[in-house]
């Protein structure tokens, strides 16, 4: 080594991102009397408070991507035609380079679906998976709320089965009630998604997605990946499984062993629109669905235009096509996954209590241990007065806990809770600086030291709603 390199050998505190600004947007100038004003107005319901008036904006990381330069000037490309547009191809050529998966010409392995969200695509396949079919389950590590009621609402059960036994890949599935189910249950598919967002975004190991493939193959069942976060997942495969691959390698040999996948591109696709259903041809797939390529070409046409752009514009493709490139990078990830990882330390350190390890897109407080020791109980939804107060200061949070998941009878009064009573975190990717991580945590700590006089949260409108969470309104009343 070189003196001068030898020099200045060491090994940072501190991380630098992999990129630099290149252009900003200033927060709306704005007082503590406006949010509270906005806040009221809004029946302390986080999805409805303005996001002009918020500083640090944690309620998605889903569609609220900053575009890379790259992406901006690709997007200026995009061509608007009806028919064909030419980033249609760009666009498939991306995709088998980013998922290993062949989508051109005539010896083509793979088919693709546009649509305008992950959710359209889901709404696509379980309609043709659960069309004239009685008594199906799909099981799967932890399906995502939109995933779960797409496969219901076409009369299927969704069976979560998540495995608790690894060390860092806490999204597995377990293989044990996978091989039960299997063997006991009419399974038209498996579902697997990675990372796990349902279980505070933890990773899927590459080890337990061939054990998937593995039990598909004996039964003789297809295997679907849930990709949204296919690149956050790869990076974790890396750290703890494969660390003498590249992202591009686990990524091909993860896409390698499935059968067909769905992605929402609004995550790994580094994009704020644009969904897609892949599906590999001449699996066992068609043994009981024939004609399902078909059927959905039938179902895209109708309910999202032209199979070349299927509900998106093409801007939204070139954007695709470039933030599939990004997000495959070491860079990138690194960036993204440890920037998550040091807010998580931080709130760690100040004491709060957070749901650990820390997954790739999220940070999730453990709600039932912020408030112990206080009067606050589970039926006073602690966590929505925690995110309706916080955004006095700025920072707009999403309970994901026991007002989100639980449920009123108003004939019977009777409330039901789910087993974890969470509030999530999640970061937009490429958007924020750690200084805004670090000044909502301090925000989160003042509230934690003032615990004991943070009033419950009463729902005055919207209790016994589907998806309450959403249209719900509040008043934070002291007992
Ligand atoms: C794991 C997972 N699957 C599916 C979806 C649905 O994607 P979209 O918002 O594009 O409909 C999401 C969205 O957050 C998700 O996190």
Known sequence: MNKFTQLTEFTPKHQHRAYVNSAVRFHTPCTKEDRLAAAIKAGWNVFQFPSKFTVGDFLSDSGTTTPTIEQLAA????????????????????????????????????????????RAAEHALFTQIGRGKKGLIIPSNGHFDTTHANIEMNGIEALDIVSVNDHFFLGNIDTTKLFRTLNTENVPLVYCTVTNN???????????????????????????????????????????????????????????????????????????????????????????????????????????????????SGRDIMIVVEGLKTVVTQEYLDSRILQVRAFGDYLDELGIPVVKPFGGHAVYLDVDKFYEGTLMRREDFGGISLTALLLLNGPRLCELGAFAFGTYDPKTGKETFPPFNYVRIAIPRNKYEIEDLFYAADCIKNLHNKRDFIPRAVCTHGKEKTLRHFKARFELQYK
């Not at 062993?257 to 892949?278: P, R």
């Not at 699996?283 to 309910?303: A, G, K, M, S």
């Open 198 to 312: 349902t279980m505070a975004g933890q990773p899927v190991s590459l080890e337990n997605i061939a054990d998937i493939r593995r039990w598909c193959d004996k039964f003789k069942k297809p295997f679907f990946l849930d990709a949204c976060r296919f690149a956050e997942n790869a990076w974790f495969i890396k750290e703890n499984e494969r660390q003498r691959s590249t992202i591009p390698e686990i990524v091909h040999e993860m896409f390698s062993l499935c059968d067909g996948f769905t992605i929402s591109l609004k995550k790994d696709g580094l994009a704020n629109m644009g969904g897609a259903l892949c599906v590999k041809k001449g699996t066992v797939l068609f043994e009981e669905y024939p004609d399902i390529l078909d059927n959905l070409r039938d179902h895209q046409i109708c309910t999202e235009a032209h199979p070349t752009y299927g509900g998106m």
């Open 75 to 118: 997007s200026l490309l995009g061509d608007e035609a009806y028919g064909t547009n030419w980033g249609y191809e760009q666009l498939l050529e991306q995709f088998e380079k980013t998922f290993g998966i062949t989508l051109l010409g005539d010896d083509a392995e793979w088919e693709i679906f546009l649509f305008h969200q992950c």
